[in-house]
């Protein structure tokens, strides 16, 4: 199962850490690291990390 963290109000993969607003995406993040022992970038793309990274700069 994933876990919540509440600070950031998201749920996240217990293998990579990554956080995900959706449960669905953290769910998958967490089954494929378990199983793949790596990272899928078409998941992990959509991370709150990876997000906040793309977003943290005025255009
Ligand atoms: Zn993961």
Known sequence: ??????S???YYCEICKLHY????LAEKCQEWCSTH?????SIAKNSIEAL????????
Do not use: I, P
């Open 37 to 41: 022992d790596s990272c899928n970038l």
């Open 21 to 24: 607003k959706d449960k669905e």
């Open 8 to 10: 950031l109000n998201a």
């Open 1 to 6: 199962m994933v876990k919540f963290d509440r």
């Open 52 to 59: 906040s990274r793309r977003t943290g700069r005025t255009s």
